[in-house]
């Protein structure tokens, strides 16, 4: 089995002092998978996370890269289904503000409020996994092409033998890989699996990011969207600004 799985990019050490840049390094790497019947969950559990561990060394190669070195005909996918596990810091009400920046006077703070993402891949199938911050609890998502699967209860079934397969792994840490059950033989009330969203990203039509901003300072002309220091700038007032910044730059062809 082949399938692709996402890296923050600073696990390794190509790049010193990486820790203290800004900036996205994320990179998806292709994870391979041989599966033996009679080999226990645990010893495939563990080999798969040694394999993990060492390929992080790797893990800002380019994914073309990866498919050179690969037997995989140029032009043809490494694979079609990537694993997303989202394990980045999120800040609850009761934990302290992060901290982003300090000097010997005062200590600058950064709060993530009101937090709405929008996931598009070109990959027939993305499974993440995320932890909800309100609840401290695992999330499972599927986003999936519909012209790929365009029949629901085929997501609903991956759905199902993935939950099953959760199941029957925690269970008994000494049984063979080939005694894993999938189809719905188990089903334990700790597990429950909620509706499926079956829209694409084309009907969603959400706005851009500018459109977003202009709804909401159409929605709250008075609230305050900036803070620095003393100076508070409201909605309506930043609208004003970035409008002009935005025509300043077009009139000179940027």
Known sequence: ?????????????????????????????????A??????????????????SAA???????????????????GEALFETIFVFENYPTKNDDEDDVDVGASKNKRAS????????FEKTNYALSVAVAVDPST?????????????????????????QFKNAIYNLTQEKN???????LEDQVVHSNLSMGPVDASSPEDLELPLVHEQFVLQAAKTPDAIAVVLDDEQVTYASLEIRSAALA???????V
Do not use: C, W
């Open 1 to 33: 089995v082949v399938f692709g799985a996402t890296a923050s990019g600073r696990s390794t050490s190509h790049l010193p002092n990486i820790e203290g840049m800004v900036g996205l390094f994320i990179n998806t790497m292709p994870v391979r998978v």
């Open 35 to 52: 599966f033996s019947p009679a080999e226990t969950v645990t010893e495939l559990l563990r080999r798969v996370q040694d394999q993990h």
């Open 56 to 74: 992080l060394a790797f893990e800002h190669v380019p994914l073309v890269q990866a498919q050179l070195a690969s037997q995989v005909p140029k």
């Open 110 to 117: 950064l709060d993530l409020t009101n937090v709405m993402a």
């Open 136 to 160: 401290q609890q695992l999330t499972l998502s599927f986003i999936f092409d519909t012209g790929k699967y365009a029949d629901v209860k085929i997501i609903h079934r991956l759905l199902q």
């Open 175 to 181: 049984v063979y890989v080939a005694q894993v059950e």
């Open 247 to 253: 025509q300043t730059l077009a009139n000179a062809g």
